[in-house]
């Protein structure tokens, strides 16, 4: 928190603290010690745009339920790890994570505009989370420019867009000047939790040659209103294609009608939806996770709700740092004859016949 290059725009601050919550109606002063105990383990921020968004008569409110702290994170399970996608056994020098042999993850710094309750990264994210130094900063290049297989550096942290435009654009030229880096994709809420963020500085800063991507997380339909959908056209009118990536969380967008919506949402803001995770297993977060059945139900709702462009690819990290599987429904199976059976967006299996057998008389 103390540096300034990672501090949210002047006059958006968020808000931090549990009485500061309390006071802005977020959460009644009974449950103000119990928040107290969480803010104890775990980071705290709402920003403006995220706080207007909370309707505090509904208490269930899916955008209150990814923000407002609760009790529930200090009940850890002995499933849940403190590293749920095994960062830690992948790293090989600071900020760096090389799972994938053609792309690795650079997380410059451990800041984010917002903490959401659910992050896969709680034990490591927050303000007290160091950033790289500039000279670890320089090492984690370093040892890309040294890696010729790696094709793509994804950036994320914390929230790399939390960084000032001036460190952004540093980044983004260091990487740019990596011959074999062909593409630099950003993962970030802050289009979301904090759009007045991506002005036309922040814009400028992500211009290269090489293809900028930017990864845009979003829950929910209402987490992209006006003001969202202008960074983002702000984003897309420089050239940056968008993706979406979504966490499937219960009680905030575990049933079809609201995933449609977002999804819809996204697309027509022209973001791509890419992923939609199934819930990590990170300390604290089992108020938050569906089953995987319940999760290939609904994804397998979507098929015929939503158009094909509004399709995220259902994923799971799976737990130890063995990367990411899809793990959407099946449409395919075979009868017992060993013929295909494809399944239709209304359930009804069709048969497919098999290839015609070659007769070797
Ligand atoms: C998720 C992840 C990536 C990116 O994976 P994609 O499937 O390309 O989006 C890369 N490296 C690590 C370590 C990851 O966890
Ligand atoms: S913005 Fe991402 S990394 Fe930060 S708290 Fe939310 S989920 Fe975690």
């Known amino acids: 928190m103390s540096d ?15 009485d500061e919550l309390v006071e802005a109606g977020l959460a009644p002063a009974d449950r103000l010690a119990a928040l107290e105990r969480v803010a104890a383990r775990y980071a705290i921020a709402i920003t403006p745009a995220m706080a207007d968004l909370v309707d505090p008569t509904d208490p269930d409110d899916p955008i209150a339920r990814q923000f407002v702290p609760d009790e529930a994170e200090l009940d850890h399970r002995p499933e849940e790890l403190a590293d749920p996608i095994g960062d830690h056994s992948h790293s090989p020098v600071k900020g760096i994570v090389h799972r994938y042999p053609d792309r690795v993850l650079l997380k410059p710094s451990h800041a984010c505009p917002v903490y959401c309750r659910f992050c896969f990264r709680r034990e490591m994210v927050g303000p007290g989370g160091e950033a790289l130094t500039p000279a670890e900063l320089a090492a984690a290049i370093g040892y890309i420019a040294d890696h010729p297989e790696v094709w793509e550096v994804v950036i994320t942290g914390g929230d790399p867009l939390m960084l000032s435009p001036r460190r952004l654009g540093e980044l983004v030229r260091a990487l740019s000047a990596v011959p074999h880096v062909a593409v630099i994709r950003f993962h970030s809420r802050v289009p979301v939790v904090d759009p007045g963020r991506i002005d036309a500085a922040l814009v400028a800063a992500l211009a290269t040659d090489k293809a900028v991507w ?46 449609s919506a977002l999804l819809r949402r996204m697309v027509a803001l022209r973001i791509k939806p890419y992923y939609l995770h199934h819930g990590d297993l990170a300390p604290g977060t089992q108020q938050f996770r569906t089953s995987i059945d319940e999760g290939q139900a609904l994804v397998r709702a979507l098929r015929g709700a939503v158009s094909g462009l509004c399709q ?50």
């Open 312 to 361: 995220p690819t259902y994923v799971l990290d799976i737990p130890g740092g063995h990367g990411k599987a899809p793990i959407g429904p099946d449409f395919l199976a075979r009868d017992t004859a060993g013929h295909w059976l494809v399944t239709d967006f209304r359930g009804q299996s069709h048969r497919y016949p098999p290839p015609a057998t070659e007769d070797k008389g």
């Open 214 to 259: 930017v990864a845009v997380h979003a829950n929910h339909a209402r987490e992209l209103g006006d003001e969202q959908a202008a960074a983002c056209r702000r984003l897309t009118q420089a050239g940056i294609p968008l993706i979406g990536q979504s966490v499937l969380l219960k009680g905030v967008n575990d049933d079809v009608a609201t995933l």
């Open 4 to 18: 300034p290059a990672i501090l949210p725009t002047g006059g958006n601050r968020p808000l931090r603290r549990p």
